[in-house]
């Protein structure tokens, strides 16, 4: 651990934390339906495309028709990646002439980005098609972006309305999620990654005949990267045009492209908070719940570089033989342009917004070092998280906390002048019990039958943790992988499955809350309410986050990091 190190994580927080109110700002004045400076360019053709698709812009949904369209909207679209993905040896834009992806694989790649989660189990380069990986994926990566956003604001104004049977226009929403957020910020996005030299092209491969031998041959891969990096980053994707996702030099060029990028991955999802506090009339709740989120954040990274750089003395030997550039840590699967801190931010950071694995495999952290992805994911993803996502997951806490206070005080427990009653804690603990209950499931029957066992490149507790993360990972809509799992037709269809529960059975308990807390009646605070906009309710907030993942996750996770940990200390004794 390094002065230099820290100081990373400090101008990384500050930069962050100054975009938060801008951002913020920006979203509420758009899903809102205010005047923002791009409407008069983009107005009239958020009218044309309502006309086009037979959208009545006045006409508000109750949360099951707000839950039908984004259902079919996803469907629909998983659809169409699936056949784009199946028929690519037949489409144009194929200079490689790639074969048609596998019936499994590509199952498993259309579930994987219309859930937002971008998890690959292929080598892109070698397997997508530049239609395929611009219509099939990056075309998803604004639409499962803008349904999380959507979904997050749907329960913001149940919680803001009162009496309402009704929580807002799912397709008015996408498209103005679309239109005025996604899409003119990617477009300045893609412009200074191509700037900072991020290809974006259709050519085929370049072929590289070495200057010492000519015999010998590099391919060189390349294509329309910056277009797919911009909406990767921004809407916490994932899933890397080239398979070491942003480590890979043609994705992440540059230091400047570096900051960007990792900043981009919480921008959103950081602003989502302010708009939190502004739809609602209550900034301090916004901020609080910032602060909840950034508390574990910050937890999250002191710990992931304590352990990254003090590697035990039973690996001392191998790790050291790396790390010539920064002595005593582990640089295992680093890039040393990045080193133990940034490596360290990175696995942090992408664990929680959905987007892979930026610095490399998680399998190459010593064990403790791994094990803070793995408990960020398990915790919900609501360290800032997935767009949209991260915020509506911390909202179930909220919901938790404040009953949890309530009983406290030994009153019905108030949410923003909403009371908590006996539904609202029920759809709450719904969508924990059902992200617990999908992963511990599918982790149970993976680590008995022959090719779940069969796929894991360790064995023991590390190999658990294989299997472990890959479920963790796709119920909660990561992508980022533990590494070491050799993909076959049980762990793609299973995955698949287990990102599409995770993403929409989970989605569906949310958009309940929402159209439950709209038809309550506001009440005026009173001496006994619990405060929910001071520092004390972020307190309460982290520790319920914390008791409740203890108590859902953390006797399955004690069987693969902990437990590895524990037996890397004991071979200090031979």
Known sequence: MSFNGWLQFAVYSVVLFLLVRPVGTYLAHVLEGERTWLAPVLRPFERLIYKLCGVQADKEMNWRQYAYAALGFSAAT????????????????????????????AFNT????????????????????????MVGLATHNFWSAAVGIVVAVALI?????????TIGNFWVDMTRTLLYILGPMCVIYALLLVWQGVPQNLHAYTVAHSLETPSQVQTIGQGPVASQEAIKMLGTNGGG???????????????????????????????????????TGSPGHGWAVFGAMFVLFAAGFAACYWAEAHPYNVIHGAVQARTATSPGGN???????????????FATITTDASCGAVNGMHDSFTPLGGMIPLVNIMMGEVIFGGVGSGLYGMLIFVVLAVFI???????????????????????????????????LTFTAIFVMIPQGLGAMANSGPHGFSEVLYSFVSGAGNNGSAFGGLTPNWWYNVAMGFDMLI?????????????????????????????????????VLLVG??????????????????????LLLQAGKLF
């Open 241 to 279: 045009f080239f398979n070491a996702n942003s480590a890979h030099p043609y994705e992440n060029p540059t230091p400047l492209s570096n900051f960007l990028e990792i900043l981009s991955i919480f921008c959103i999802g950081a602003g989502l908070t302010y708009t939190l506090g502004r739809m």
């Open 405 to 439: 206070a309530g009983l406290m005080v030994g009153r019905t427990p108030e949410y923003l002048g909403k009371k908590i009653e006996a539904y609202d804690v029920k759809m709450a603990m719904l969508y924990a019990l059902i992200f617990c209950f999908i992963v």
């Open 502 to 538: 995770g993403r929409f059975l989970m989605m569906i308990p949310v958009l309940a809350l929402a159209g439950n807390l709209a038809q309550k009646k506001s009440v005026p605070p009173s001496p006994g309410t619990f405060p929910v906009n001071t520092p004390l309710f972020a």
């Open 331 to 345: 640089m295992e699967g680093k890039e040393v342009r990045n080193g133990i801190a940034e490596s360290s931010l």
């Open 78 to 105: 998983m659809v169409l990646t699936y056949a784009v993905e199946r028929l690519q040896a037949y489409l144009p834009w194929n200079p490689q002439h790639l074969a048609a992806v596998g019936p499994d694989l």
């Open 110 to 133: 259309a579930a994987s980005f219309t859930t937002n989660t971008n998890w690959q189990f292929y080598t892109p380069e070698s397997t997508m098609s530049y239609l395929t990986e």
């Open 544 to 565: 319920v986050v914390v008791i409740v993942g203890a108590l859902t996750f953390f006797p399955a996770l004690s069987l693969g990091p902990i437990l590895e940990h």
């Open 157 to 165: 104004r149940g919680i803001k309305r009162t009496q309402s049977a």
